[in-house]
């Protein structure tokens, strides 16, 4: 496929490839930024939804959690629906949607409305990260697209970095009978709002609509994609069913793991301002700038892991070992006071950040090419309800138990587990469960 792509007016698509990632990558890392912000700006409010409103600890965990359940229904629909109606109109309608349902949140009067409007932003922002994906398919030849996607979900690590100060910032306004707290859930939501005319004015879902790309880029793009196309239907087999594929303990296992991942990036990101806040009399830009912390550090943890994976060992090892850096920093920090737990989280992040990064090859290669899409979206929908299940079972510990230390403990032992666990995680596929669900999807092609 490389040798076809490259052997057709090289200068062309390279130019062409240069204009299109000069014109929409930042873009989309914006829109992602945005993305974020709106999905986990709710842990910065918890303390004052609790007074004003009188939500309490476990149903703010439950409004958290809820999200990733609206999120995980709606993303195939989502994902299907943009192939009929195009990247830019179902990208904007993304944005538009998403950024109706964060300003809702300012309004919400009670555990109930709450509720709804979590559930519904998850629904709204359903789609978006396949959404991207299938996006760069059609304008990014084969050998681009993997460098796309890394700056691309570069964007989620830097929202988790600026999200502490810019909310903590937005909480100091008042007026107009609203309290900080929704002040915040407008400007954001309203950001996204406005962000949305911008991609419908940028955007375009074909190469043959961008008035930015010469004719003979246009027609260069076009013949690669094309040809990466044809190639990619002519070795098509249809994916399984999700009964076959579970039958599977290899694909069991890997989502098992990322479903660990999942509940800890998450449950920790909801719960961290609260954490922070035991640290003393914060106000609230503090407690922002503070969250910023481990995320940054993080950042450049996640950097050193992968040049490290690329030099020593395997990438199941290096795995296990950002496993157990996760799990034992979730458990120290219930070993001492507020500061001492924050210093351990910050070194929990390390390792769960750096997992989520360490994670993906693992089942990439393990995977037979023409099914691992489908088999992707499965692992990548269970793990995404680690997101559901684990800020509501710290919701509901803290309120049963007046701590979080109980969640704390479970996510240390269930990551260490995996730590494990990861140990048998296999390169290549084997057995027989597989195959019969290969040749399933074989016969299903026919």
Same mark, same amino acid.
């Given at each position: 496929?490389?040798?076809?792509?490259?052997?057709?007016?090289?200068?062309?698509?390279?130019?062409?490839?240069?204009?299109?990632?000069?014109?929409?990558?930042?873009?989309?890392?914006?829109?992602?930024?945005?993305?974020?912000?709106?999905?986990?700006?709710?842990?910065?409010?918890?303390?004052?939804?609790?007074?004003?409103?009188?939500?309490?600890?476990?149903?703010?965990?439950?409004?958290?959690?809820?999200?990733?359940?609206?999120?995980?229904?709606?993303?195939?629909?989502?994902?299907?629906?943009?192939?009929?109606?195009?990247?830019?109109?179902?990208?904007?309608?993304?944005?538009?949607?998403?950024?109706?349902?964060?300003?809702?949140?300012?309004?919400?009067?009670?555990?109930?409305?709450?509720?709804?409007?979590?559930?519904?932003?998850?629904?709204?922002?359903?789609?978006?990260?396949?959404?991207?994906?299938?996006?760069?398919?059609?304008?990014?030849?084969?050998?681009?697209?993997?460098?796309?996607?890394?700056?691309?979900?570069?964007?989620?690590?830097?929202?988790?970095?600026?999200?502490?100060?810019?909310?903590?910032?937005?909480?100091?306004?008042?007026?107009?009978?609203?309290?900080?707290?929704?002040?915040?859930?407008?400007?954001?939501?309203?950001?996204?709002?406005?962000?949305?005319?911008?991609?419908?004015?940028?955007?375009?879902?074909?190469?043959?609509?961008?008035?930015?790309?010469?004719?003979?880029?246009?027609?260069?793009?076009?013949?690669?994609?094309?040809?990466?196309?044809?190639?990619?239907?002519?070795?098509?087999?249809?994916?399984?069913?999700?009964?076959?594929?579970?039958?599977?303990?290899?694909?069991?296992?890997?989502?098992?793991?990322?479903?660990?991942?999942?509940?800890?990036?998450?449950?920790?990101?909801?719960?961290?301002?609260?954490?922070?806040?035991?640290?003393?009399?914060?106000?609230?830009?503090?407690?922002?700038?503070?969250?910023?912390?481990?995320?940054?550090?993080?950042?450049?943890?996640?950097?050193?892991?992968?040049?490290?994976?690329?030099?020593?060992?395997?990438?199941?090892?290096?795995?296990?070992?950002?496993?157990? %850096? &996760?799990?034992?920093? /979730?458990?120290?920090?219930?070993?001492? =006071?507020? @500061?001492? $737990? !924050? *210093?351990?989280?910050?070194?929990?992040?390390?390792?769960?950040?750096?997992?989520?990064?360490?994670?993906?090859?693992?089942?990439?290669?393990?995977?037979?090419?023409? %099914? &691992?899409?489908?088999? /992707?979206?499965?692992?990548?929908?269970? =793990?995404? @309800?680690? $997101? !559901? *299940?684990?800020?509501?079972?710290?919701?509901?510990?803290?309120?049963?138990?007046?701590?979080?230390?109980?969640?704390?403990?479970?996510?240390?032992?269930?990551?260490? %587990? &995996?730590?494990?666990?990861?140990?048998?995680?296999?390169?290549?596929?084997?057995?027989?469960? !597989?195959?019969?669900?290969?040749?399933?999807?074989?016969?299903?092609?026919?």
């Amino acid at each position: 496929m490389d040798s076809l792509a490259g052997s057709f007016r090289p200068l062309a698509i390279n130019s062409a490839v240069a204009k299109v990632k000069r014109h929409v990558l930042p873009l989309f890392v914006l829109m992602f930024i945005v993305n974020y912000i709106d999905r986990v700006n709710i842990g910065f409010v918890r303390n004052h939804m609790e007074v004003d409103l009188g939500i309490g600890v476990a149903a703010y965990g439950l409004g958290a959690g809820l999200f990733f359940l609206g999120y995980a229904l709606f993303e195939v629909p989502s994902s299907v629906l943009m192939q009929r109606f195009g990247a830019r109109i179902w990208l904007t309608r993304i944005m538009l949607t998403w950024g109706i349902a964060a300003m809702a949140m300012a309004f919400v009067r009670n555990e109930t409305e709450f509720y709804v409007c979590r559930f519904l932003l998850g629904a709204a922002e359903a789609g978006f990260f396949p959404g991207v994906t299938y996006y760069f398919t059609q304008w990014l030849p084969s050998t681009e697209r993997a460098k796309a996607m890394a700056i691309f979900i570069g964007g989620s690590a830097v929202a988790s970095v600026i999200a502490g100060p810019v909310s903590g910032a937005l909480l100091l306004i008042q007026g107009f009978g609203l309290h900080g707290w929704q002040w915040m859930f407008l400007i954001e939501g309203f950001a996204s709002i406005l962000l949305c005319a911008v991609v419908w004015k940028v955007l375009r879902s074909h190469p043959r609509e961008a008035k930015w790309l010469t004719e003979d880029e246009k027609q260069a793009l076009a013949q690669v994609i094309l040809i990466e196309q044809q190639e990619r239907e002519a070795t098509y087999v249809a994916p399984p069913s999700v009964f076959r594929l579970l039958m599977d303990r290899q694909i069991l296992l890997h989502c098992f793991l990322f479903f660990t991942i999942a509940q800890m990036v998450y449950a920790v990101t909801f719960w961290l301002p609260s954490m922070i806040r035991e640290l003393g009399t914060l106000s609230d830009v503090q407690v922002g700038l503070l969250n910023s912390i481990p995320w940054l550090i993080a950042i450049i943890a996640m950097y050193g892991f992968a040049v490290l994976a690329s030099r020593w060992l395997s990438q199941r090892a290096w795995l296990s070992i950002t496993l157990t %850096i &996760a799990g034992v920093g /979730l458990f120290a920090s219930t070993l001492g =006071g507020p @500061l001492f $737990g !924050f *210093i351990a989280t910050c070194f929990a992040a390390i390792g769960f950040k750096s997992a989520t990064a360490m994670f993906w090859p693992i089942p990439q290669r393990y995977l037979d090419a023409r %099914i &691992a899409a489908g088999v /992707l979206a499965l692992i990548n929908s269970v =793990g995404t @309800l680690g $997101g !559901f *299940i684990g800020p509501s079972v710290f919701g509901l510990l803290e309120a049963h138990t007046g701590t979080i230390e109980g969640g704390l403990y479970a996510l240390s032992a269930t990551s260490i %587990i &995996a730590a494990v666990l990861v140990c048998f995680a296999r390169s290549t596929p084997r057995g027989d469960a !597989f195959q019969d669900a290969l040749l399933a999807g074989r016969k299903q092609a026919r």
